[in-house]
């Protein structure tokens, strides 16, 4: 049996692009038969596919290995992020 937990599910502006916005998910697995215990981030890019990203990350570094595995140019969307998980 699946069990999970919606950590963040939101959108928001992309801030170089007039009209894209992300939509970012992050899920808290406890029981997955495919992932096993992790937190999933989804994050999706309304206009340019090559902006998007999809990892699982272990919960006991999460989100400081999060926040690490992101694009460096990608402040914005880090800063964001940290803003509304409060982390």
């Known amino acids: 049996m699946n069990e999970n937990k ?4 939101t959108e928001f502006e992309d ?3 007039d009209g894209g916005r992300f939509y970012v998910k992050i899920i808290d697995h406890e029981s ?3 992932l096993g215990e992790c937190v999933e981030v989804k994050i999706e890019h309304s206009e340019d596919a090559e902006l998007n990203f999809f990892e699982t990350f272990e919960k006991e570094n999460f989100p400081h290995n999060f926040y690490a595995a992101l694009p ?3 402040d914005f969307v880090s800063e964001k992020i940290k803003d509304l998980l409060g982390a």
Do not use: P
């Open 6 to 9: 919606v950590l963040l599910e």
């Open 15 to 17: 801030s170089l692009m």
């Open 32 to 34: 997955n038969v495919v």
């Open 72 to 74: 460096n140019d990608w």
